[in-house]
């Protein structure tokens, strides 16, 4: 498998939370860092957070203090924790790490 999977999207209303999950190939999760993505309706695909290999990360200013990117090598699982979500947070958030995943819908209500 080299598409990374991910998982736990879903609806939650404003000031709710979600983790969403990444599992990509040990290969390409152990050599490379790894990313959150999110495209709302119409609009261009952004960066939320990444993660090196070694574990440094980097946000977006709209997602910092409420987000937060982690991951675990056993497992080879890359996770994003979204606490006090925003209406404007809703978007199809995508996983890359060296391919792009399917995307997994997170929609926030006010």
């Known amino acids: 498998q080299v598409q990374p999977v991910e998982s736990g999207g879903g609806l939650v209303q404003a000031g709710g939370s979600l983790r969403l999950s990444c599992v990509a190939s040990?290969?390409?999760?152990?050599?490379?860092?790894m990313g959150w993505y999110r495209q709302a309706s119409g609009k261009q695909r952004e960066l939320v957070a990444s993660?090196?290999?070694?574990?440094?990360?980097n946000y977006a200013d709209t997602v910092k203090g409420r987000f937060t990117i982690s991951r675990d090598n056993a497992k080879n699982t890359m996770y994003l924790q979204m606490n006090s979500l925003k209406p404007e947070d809703t978007a199809v958030y995508y996983c890359?790490?060296?391919?792009w995943g399917q995307g997994t819908q997170v929609t926030v209500s006010s």
């Open positions: 993660i090196t290999s070694g574990g440094y990360t």
């Open positions: 040990r290969r390409i999760f152990s050599l490379n860092p």
């Open positions: 890359y790490a060296c391919y």
